[in-house]
C-alpha cells in the first residue's frame, strides 16, 4: 500500500512555471508507476502526465506535451511535474496516482487503472 501527498500548487500568472511534487509513503515505490491527473470544476477528471516504474517511459497528454514534464527520484520515493508556459485553461486540482503492475501505455492514461490516490493540490492560473 501507498499514501500520496501532493505540494506545490499555487496562483501563477499566464506564461509562469510551478512544480508540483508528490511524496509517497512505503517501502515499494520503486513497484508503482505514477501519474498526474487534473480535475477542473464540472469536468471529469484528465489524464496529464505518467512514468513508469524505472522512470524509462513518460507519457503526456497532447495539450501539455513540451510544457510539462514528469519525472520521479526512486531514492526519494517522490515523483514531480514540472510545468512550464502554463495557461488559464491549466487551471484544476492536480492530483498524484499510483498503481502496480503490468499496463499498457493506453492503460496509464486510464485515471481507473490508478488505485491509490492524493488528495490534489489546486493550481489557477490567472490571465
Known amino acids: 500500500q501507498v499514501q500520496l501527498v501532493e505540494s506545490g500548487g499555487g496562483l501563477v500568472q499566464a506564461g509562469g512555471s510551478l512544480r508540483l511534487s508528490c511524496a509517497a509513503s512505503?517501502?515499494?515505490?520503486?513497484?508503482?508507476?505514477m501519474g498526474w491527473f487534473c480535475q477542473a470544476p464540472g469536468k471529469e477528471r484528465e489524464f496529464v502526465a505518467a512514468?513508469?516504474?524505472?522512470?524509462?517511459?513518460?507519457l503526456y497528454a497532447d495539450s501539455v506535451k513540451g510544457r510539462f514534464t514528469i519525472s520521479r527520484d526512486n531514492a526519494k520515493n517522490t515523483v514531480s511535474l514540472q510545468m512550464n508556459s502554463l495557461k488559464p485553461e491549466d487551471t484544476a486540482n492536480f492530483y498524484c496516482?499510483?498503481?502496480?503492475?503490468?499496463?499498457?501505455?493506453?492503460?496509464?492514461?486510464?485515471?481507473?487503472?490508478?488505485?491509490?490516490w492524493g488528495q490534489g493540490t489546486q493550481v489557477t492560473v490567472s490571465s
Open positions: 512514468i513508469s516504474v524505472s522512470g524509462g517511459v513518460t
Open positions: 496516482a499510483a498503481v502496480m503492475g503490468l499496463y499498457s501505455n493506453g492503460d496509464l492514461k486510464n485515471a481507473h487503472t490508478y488505485n491509490y
Open positions: 512505503g517501502r515499494t515505490f520503486t513497484s508503482y508507476h
